[in-house]
């Protein structure tokens, strides 16, 4: 069998490496052991036949795979991944987008190479994963959509509250404006519940205390539904799945953070007050059908900061009335029991003040 050798090439971009191995057999496609080779069984198939080779962008191995010739071993993510290529004259026969050129080869003729930066595509008018299709499955924010390396939100998806999908927002589910009644969740643009129907009400029995797991079921003084299971809670730690962002449904005069599962007032207290009052003001509200509101402890009160935010620091479309001020939380200083721990929902600030000084709360269950 006669065998050519090919020139070989790297490049090296950052911690991105792209190598391309030529090689191309010619002969019989047959080959007789030698002596020094294991013995082969009599009758033992030695050739299974010509393979099919890959077109341009296909999955290969080695060049010998490739119609062409020529196969690019990509470093994604420290991963090799080998892709068909073919030789060009010029960029323009290459696929569209940064990152792939058209560049010589020692001693050949010039192939289409491509350096890739990622194993997905981002919305930037490169080809990342280098697949030959650009800004493919790009992930943009709700209701945007990738055009032309850009996240851009069409005019359809404009709403009040800023750009939305209209197909999953509880607060623009099908339309701008039609806001889901509590319970439940905006599923292709229907407003359905997501939950148990309670006593006529749709009802998320995986956190209601009152229906915990069921209708009826309610959790003993000092517990609180957690995944339909009534179990004690350390209000000063974190008690929810650590998620990025945070996403909010509206319960009829309620906001529910469906990150945290926690149940916010929509309204702050009507004045600034002290401390005690302020716990005394919470524990007397009766709010959407329940009595056992509180003043919320300083980490429950820093996760409805948002830090995009300024003036105030808080989400407008749950809570418009938030004040570029300190509200109250129930939290006192590790070491000064007269002072109380309040966020200042102006720049998320935390900051211990002396109990007798007057915020507002936004109450909590």
């Given at each position: 069998m006669q065998r050519q050798e090919w020139q070989r090439r790297r490049w090296t971009a950052g911690s991105i490496m792209l190598a391309v191995v030529l090689g191309a057999c010619t002969g019989s496609g047959t080959k007789k052991p030698d002596a020094g080779d294991?013995?082969?069984?009599?009758?033992e198939e030695l050739d299974a036949g010509p393979k099919e080779l890959r077109a341009f962008l296909d999955p290969c191995l080695s060049d010998t795979d490739c119609l062409s010739g020529y196969c690019l071993t990509l470093m994604i993510n420290n991963e090799p991944t080998g892709r068909c290529t073919k030789p060009c004259v010029g960029i323009d026969e290459c696929p569209l987008g940064l990152g792939w050129n058209c560049e010589p080869i020692e001693n050949e003729a010039n192939i289409c190479s491509c350096r890739a930066t990622g194993s997905v595509d981002a919305c930037d008018g490169t080809d990342n994963d280098c697949d030959g299709q650009l800004d493919e499955d790009a992930a943009c924010a709700a209701g945007q959509v990738c055009d032309s390396g850009a996240c851009i939100c069409p005019a359809e998806n404009v709403c009040s509250s800023g750009c939305t999908n209209k197909k999953t927002d509880p607060f623009n589910c099908g339309t701008c404006d039609n806001v889901c009644e509590a319970g439940h969740s905006c599923v292709e643009g229907e407003c359905k519940c997501a939950g148990l129907v309670c006593g006529g009400t749709c009802i998320d029995?995986?956190?209601d205390s009152f229906n915990c797991g069921g209708c009826g079921t309610s959790c003993e003084a000092g517990l609180e539904c957690a995944d339909s299971v009534c179990k004690a809670v350390d209000r000063e730690w974190a008690a929810?799945?650590?998620?990025?962002?945070?996403?909010?449904s509206s319960e009829y005069t309620s906001v529910r953070d469906t990150r945290t599962r926690l149940l916010w007032s929509a309204d702050l207290s009507p004045t600034p007050l002290d401390v005690d009052a302020a716990i005394a003001f919470c524990e007397g509200l009766t709010r959407d059908g329940h009595g056992d509101w509180r003043v919320p402890t300083k980490i429950e009160l820093i996760t409805i900061v948002d830090p995009t935010r300024s003036g105030p620091a808080s989400n407008p479309s749950q809570f418009s009335n938030t004040p570029s001020a300190p509200l109250w939380s129930a939290t006192p200083s590790a070491t000064d029991a007269s002072r109380y721990w309040a966020v200042n929902f102006d720049d998320g600030s935390v900051v211990a003040y002396p109990k007798a000084v007057s915020f507002f709360v936004r109450c909590v269950r």
């Open positions: 294991e013995t082969v069984d009599a009758g029995t995986r956190y929810w799945p650590v998620q990025a962002g945070a996403a909010f």
